[in-house]
């Protein structure tokens, strides 16, 4: 199969008066047509700098100093600006994690929607307005033809969540990155939104990465899962294999962490200590001061990526198996 | 077992037209009176028992925070009654709340805004002991507060740092040893876990747990997360614009919840378990504005097994089975 999207040893560091960041430390996947992948992970794991760095929208003192981003066989590491301008919203489009700010409070819906069709499409005025009306219509929201000339302020975190998803597919673009989509939202919402995304997503044949710390959210919707820790790719697998038999410490730690419905255990099993400072990291392992696992090379030495069946890719020193506890 | 807090009927509004201007305006020649008035909590009656859990459940704009802020009266109750420890806190003023206070304490949600920045760890700990007993002396409290900071996981040698110089979890371990500085009967604790990492939710709440044995702690814990709830409370009610639909124990509500409303919020939550607890079901709208609130069940508008009756009547409480009552006309 043709892949989409393939990201090679990929580094973003950012440099501060404190001192060098590597958020995205050498990171590496690809993505097939009408692939999902997600990109889940504690905060400050470089999971959306990761997103970030794929649309180029790194700022100052961010960088993206070494790696290869190839879309549809070129690379955009390479790419003007200006050039980029043409792909983002176009051939890959983003969905924001804050359904408050990610949209202007002082345009209306339908000059926000009518942005995007302008930009990167042919069609006229009126066209451009029936297609808005019917892209709202598709994401749910109910007397689209009213709703049309509304502000964000008077539309409620569900609906401006729907919007934002309209404006995104609104080019039917290849990649959709989704960052964080439902977190600000409630659940019952968070419900409704993944659905419709799923459904959004099939329909239209597009490739999507879903950027979030939640994995019971990536277990419902993606087809591989990608575990980020400081900046590195913990773990790369199907999401069967990620849920059912994964093999890093961190990945089991994550899984254990949440709180079931099934279980009746007093207490949750954790994963101990915190997440180490991306100034000072360990030196060896940068999970290894939380692993119970741990034994001494694991301090001293950084693991390598290795691959434990065909596609599961483990970055530890030790991966466990299936009997391990 | 000895009921600690008892809350009957409570209700909650807030008037948004206070001024005169606010609440007469001019429109098309006329003078019209407007009134606007939120009505965050709608007849809310729930006890806890000494050394238990009570988890209150439901989504933003249910009153749940609301519900709990009227209980330590940072907010003025409308009507109804608090019962704390045996005594009527419903009316009592300032000062004479001041020493229940000592015996109610919260934690609140955001470990970022809720410590003060121009503080070091320990003087935070150390505010409330010197505030609620002027007995002891400043190197006194110091020992305690020092005792308590190790006991929630922060090493002495952070005493001195400042707020901004510890992470999320570590704020709200600090946040807890505040809480528990005055050696409190109950705590309120208001979405304690919703701002922090998965690995670092589930240390905050082994933590809690532990306490709560340790200084034999009842609590009232507010969460959206029904699996949060469900993993420390022992009793709880789901609330939804402002009234308890459905409260039970934690076994029974799990095992069988019956109203509609915690059946679609379980339905909702995503999980890695294979099986689901509740059949899928369809979700529709979204809750509605405490301001005009809908006739007879709130919950009519959304529920998938709505009747006629459930647009004219409030449902009342029913007891379905032994200490799991549900407000639904299903049950009628």
Not at chain 1, 160 to 172: G, H, L, P
Not at chain 2, 9 to 29: A, P
Not at chain 2, 284 to 294: Q, T, V
Request: include cysteine.
């Amino acid at each position: 199969m043709d892949k989409l999207l393939i990201v090679k040893n990929l580094r973003t560091y950012f440099k501060t008066f404190k001192g060098l960041v590597k958020s995205v430390d050498g990171v590496d996947f690809s993505l097939e047509r009408g692939e999902t992948l997600g990109i889940v992970g504690e905060s400050g794991g470089g999971k959306s700098v990761t997103g970030f760095s794929i649309i180029k929208l790194i700022e100052e003192p961010g960088e993206i100093v070494n790696g290869q981003i190839i879309f549809e066989g070129e690379d955009l590491v390479n790419k003007s600006e200006k050039q980029m301008e043409k792909i983002r919203g176009k051939e890959i489009s983003m969905i924001f994690q804050d359904p408050m700010t990610a949209l202007n409070p002082i345009l209306s819906i339908r000059k926000q929607i009518d942005e995007a069709l302008q930009l990167h499409t042919t069609l006229g005025k009126g066209e451009r307005l029936k297609t808005s009306i019917e892209l709202l219509r598709s994401v749910g929201i109910p007397n689209p033809e009213v709703r049309i000339e509304s502000f964000p302020h008077e539309l409620s975190g569900g609906m401006r969540q729907r919007v934002i998803i309209a404006i995104a597919i609104a080019t039917n673009p290849k990649l959709i990155i989704a960052d964080e989509p439902t977190t600000a939202l409630d659940v019952t919402i968070q419900a409704q939104i993944l659905k419709l995304m799923k459904e959004v997503i099939i329909k239209n044949n597009n490739s999507l990465i879903l950027i979030t710390h939640n994995l019971a959210v990536v277990s419902q919707m993606t087809d591989k899962v990608m575990v980020m820790y400081c900046g590195k790719v913990m773990e790369q697998a199907d999401t069967e294999t990620i849920i059912h038999s994964s093999s890093h410490p961190y990945t089991r730690g994550l899984l254990s962490s949440i709180p079931r419905f099934r279980s009746n255990h007093k207490k949750l099993d954790t994963i101990e200590g915190i997440v180490p400072n991306m100034y000072n990291l360990p030196k060896g392992c940068y999970f290894a001061p939380r692993c119970k696992y741990r034994r001494s090379i694991c301090e001293t030495e950084q693991p390598s990526m290795r691959e434990t069946s065909k596609g599961h890719f483990v970055y530890c020193h030790f991966p466990l198996t299936d009997g391990d506890n | 077992m000895s009921k600690l807090l008892e809350v009957t009927n409570l209700f909650q509004r807030f008037d948004l037209t206070k001024g005169f201007f606010d609440k007469y305006k001019f429109k098309s020649w006329k003078i019209v009176r407007e009134e606007k008035i939120v009505h965050a909590v709608n007849g809310v009656s729930f006890d806890i028992n000494q050394g238990d859990v009570y988890g209150l459940v439901g989504e933003s704009g249910s009153g749940k925070s609301t519900t709990a802020r009227t209980i330590i009266r940072l907010l003025e109750p409308y009507s109804g009654r608090i019962m704390f420890d045996g005594k009527d806190i419903t009316h009592l003023d300032e000062n004479a709340m001041r020493p229940i206070r000592r015996n109610m304490q919260m934690i609140f949600q955001d470990p970022y805004a809720s410590l003060n920045p121009r503080y070091k760890a320990i003087e935070i700990v150390m505010e409330p002991l010197l505030f609620h007993n002027r007995n002891l002396t400043t190197p006194e409290a110091e020992m305690q507060a020092l005792e308590l900071l190790e006991r929630v996981g922060i090493r002495p040698e952070q005493k001195d740092r400042y707020p901004h110089q510890f992470s999320g979890g570590q704020r709200q371990r600090i946040g807890i040893a505040r809480a528990l500085a005055v050696k409190p009967k109950l705590i309120i604790a208001d979405e304690p876990v919703s701002a922090l990492d998965v690995s670092i939710q589930a240390q905050i709440l082994n933590l809690l747990m532990d306490l709560k044995d340790e200084f034999k702690l009842s609590f009232l814990l507010i969460a959206h997360d029904l699996s949060v709830v469900k993993h420390i409370s022992d009793k709880i009610g789901v609330m939804y614009l402002g009234k308890i639909v459905e409260k039970a124990s934690k076994n029974d509500l799990f095992s069988n919840p019956l109203h509609p409303y915690t059946k679609l919020l379980l339905s909702s939550v995503p999980t890695i378990d294979e099986d689901p607890l509740v059949e899928p079901l369809e979700i529709k709208g979204e809750i509605p504005s405490p301001i005009n609130l809908p006739k007879g069940c709130y919950f009519h508008e959304r529920c998938p097994f709505a009747r006629d009756i459930c647009e004219l009547d409030t449902p009342g409480e029913r007891e379905i089975e032994p200490k799991h009552y549900v407000s639904c006309h299903i049950y009628q």
